[in-house]
């Protein structure tokens, strides 16, 4: 088990959509269809009210690795949110080619 | 019968009746001999921003900006004697830049024949210094460029007669320098090498026009409801070269799942409290305008400072060729206690980042119309103040019509 304990029923989505960086998070995004995207958000929407308080037990830097997998669990849902919620579509269907917009870490 | 109250469909043009109201040339978008004047006039004129004190917080801490359009290659470096300075990455002995890229040091040694200079710039080592002519280590220090700051901000200028860097912001600095900057942290940074100008990339951030199309998806935030469908900017004001206008707020919005999770553990993007409580962070909504969602900040020429009640973020217009841009944003917001701020934020940080790949749609676009030749004049409306105000300063100061 690679999530905390409570957890088990997300353990399916760990392998593929636990990533630690934004940009590789976007990648992620950007190489998924909808359906992907669609299945991933319907299925940590309602177990946000869950992870955030655990996770909230404990100091942002110091979680062990189990919360920091959760943590980037929770933070894959926000990057595939606005494709789900607003898009329709795994891009910004009219943007600025992703591949010349370069994110960088703070 | 009433009639329609013409003035309140074109205030901006009253409150700075010296625009004017005419078509607005495009030969400065798309002119070599135009943005070679810019550099000279304006580039190497003005005070340029290159980021915050938080980038070099230690001694020894040092970046080096590479600037296109000052044909420069700058070392920001905080001192020993914790004192922000700015040099010319170059090399008294020949000429050779010292160094790349940003990091901590001692100082910097010049990797063609070790001439090395301290974080103050002094020379401190001149190899086989006695086969030179009299050489005084005292007058080959690395030459210094104008740095000062303002609420954190680092500002350079090669221009040796250039105003103070307060008075140069004037009323700009005075509108926004008690925004709690040194309080947030950056999130991310985002980059780009855009195909336009840096004015046509700048005006695309400094309407609120577009909101309804570019945005259609993602402005419900912003004004588009029934009575207000595109959005109007809320109040403009201008100050010398620099200006700023406040966006309105959509009372009527209705957050995502997504988003309304974001508010729930921490201050969300859009839903803070400051759309009711006007004034109520500093240096945010100047009119005190009650349904007030952020400020648009432009500070002349290059640099945005944009602040809403939880959040500010920055741009860089960085001029590389009339038509070529380098483009940079810096998001920034309170540094997250615990997990679940820290999500909270992400949902805010990736909602502005997808909105800035719609922005960036069009400005490409745009330049390639505009090249084209086909049209010589922009047709601006009154919500447009701020595209007007930009092309009147510049061509100004191209011309040396400039004054204050
Ligand atoms: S050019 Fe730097 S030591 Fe010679
Ligand atoms: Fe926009």
């Known amino acids: ?106 | 019968m009433n009639k329609p109250d013409f003035d309140t469909l074109h205030p901006y043009v009253r409150q700075y009746s010296d625009l004017g109201t005419g078509p607005v040339p495009v030969m400065p978008v798309v002119s070599p001999e135009y943005f070679e004047r810019e550099r000279e006039t304006i580039f190497k004129k003005m005070w340029l921003n290159l980021g915050r004190v938080e980038d070099i917080p230690n001694p020894g801490d040092y970046v080096v900006r590479d600037i296109a359009i000052l044909k420069a290659s700058i070392i920001l470096v905080r001192g020993d004697d914790d004192q922000v300075r700015a040099f010319h990455n170059v090399c008294r002995h020949r000429g050779n830049q010292l160094v790349q890229g940003s990091g901590n040091a001692k100082g910097f040694s010049c990797g063609f024949h070790g001439w090395t200079y301290d974080t103050q710039g002094q020379c401190v080592f001149v190899p086989d210094e006695e086969v030179f002519f009299n050489l005084d280590r005292s007058q080959t220090g690395l030459s210094p460029v104008r740095c000062e700051t303002f609420a954190g901000f680092v500002f350079v200028t090669v221009n040796p007669s250039a105003v103070p860097l307060v008075e140069y912001l004037g009323g700009f600095g005075q509108q926004i320098g008690d925004f709690p900057f040194q309080t947030m942290q950056r999130m991310h940074t985002l980059k780009a090498d855009v195909n336009c100008n840096w004015k046509v990339f700048i005006d695309a951030f400094q309407e609120s026009y577009h909101g309804r199309f570019v945005h259609r998806l993602t402005a419900a935030a912003a004004g588009c409801v029934d009575d207000d469908p595109y959005a109007h900017l809320t109040s403009v004001r201008l100050y010398g070269p620099h200006r700023s206008a406040s966006v309105p707020f959509n009372p009527e919005y209705q957050p995502t799942p997504a988003e309304a999770l974001s508010f729930k553990y921490a201050q969300s993007l859009w839903l803070h409290e400051g759309n009711a409580g006007a004034q109520r962070v500093p240096g945010t909504n100047p009119a005190g305008h009650p349904n007030w969602l952020f400020d648009i900040n432009v500070c002349f020429p290059n640099f945005f400072v944009d602040v809403s009640s939880s959040w500010f973020f920055t741009y860089h217009f960085w001029p590389v060729a009339v038509d070529r841009t380098h483009w940079e944003y810096n998001f920034y917001m309170l540094p997250p206690q615990n997990a679940g701020e820290r999500i909270s934020r992400e949902y805010s940080k990736l909602y502005l980042r997808d909105l800035l790949r719609e922005d960036l749609s069009t400005v490409e676009t745009t330049q390639a119309g505009l090249s084209s030749g086909a049209i010589e004049h922009m047709i601006l409306s009154d919500q447009e103040v701020a595209v007007r105000h930009q092309y009147k300063v510049v061509d100004d100061m191209v011309n040396g019509r400039w004054v204050g």
């Open chain 1, 1 to 106: 088990m690679t999530l905390p304990g409570g957890f088990d029923d997300l353990e399916c989505w760990v392998a593929e959509w636990a990533i630690g960086e934004e940009a590789a998070r976007n990648r992620k995004r950007l190489a998924s269809s909808l359906d992907q995207l669609q299945a991933y958000y319907n299925a940590l929407l309602p177990r946000m009210d869950a992870i955030i308080p655990h996770l909230n037990q404990y100091s942002l830097d110091a979680l062990a690795p189990a919360e920091q997998t959760l943590l980037e669990m929770a933070l894959m849902f926000m990057e595939v949110a606005p494709a789900v919620e607003i898009y329709k579509h795994p891009d910004v269907p009219w943007g600025f080619v992703a591949e010349r917009f370069h994110i960088l870490p703070a």
